[in-house]
């Protein structure tokens, strides 16, 4: 399932940790930490899958679920430092590639 749709109070640290409740198949919740920079990174200036160590590099790190979208697209925002230099304002749903299964995070 996505994570937009089954965790809450998700939260992502400035050292690129996402920590949320993740819900359970039986409907509990389980507090659970994920270590987004093991597959994000910075692709000259923006956020990319595959990538590592985004954090290390990124300033003004936030999220947010978009809550009137159906979709509930769980977004992470970063200003990254491109090749010559500049800072670049990106983005990327996390929906993407991060599952909740059974309260653990996974990537897909």
Known sequence: ?????????ITVSKH???E???????????TTLFNLN???????????WDGRLFATEAQNVRFHVEDGDPNR?????????????MMNESELDLN???QN????????
Do not use: F, P
Not at 73 to 85: C, F, K, Q
Not at 101 to 108: N, Q
């Open 38 to 48: 093991k597959y994000i990174g910075n692709d000259n200036g923006r956020l990319a």
């Open 96 to 98: 993407q590639r991060i």
């Open 1 to 9: 399932m996505s994570l937009g749709h089954t965790c809450e109070a």
């Open 16 to 18: 690129g940790v996402l």
């Open 101 to 108: 299964h059974g309260g653990t995070l996974e990537y897909v």
């Open 20 to 30: 949320c409740r993740a819900q359970r198949e039986d409907g509990t919740w389980e």
């Open 73 to 85: 697209h769980a977004i992470l925002r970063a200003s990254l430092e491109t090749e010559d230099g």
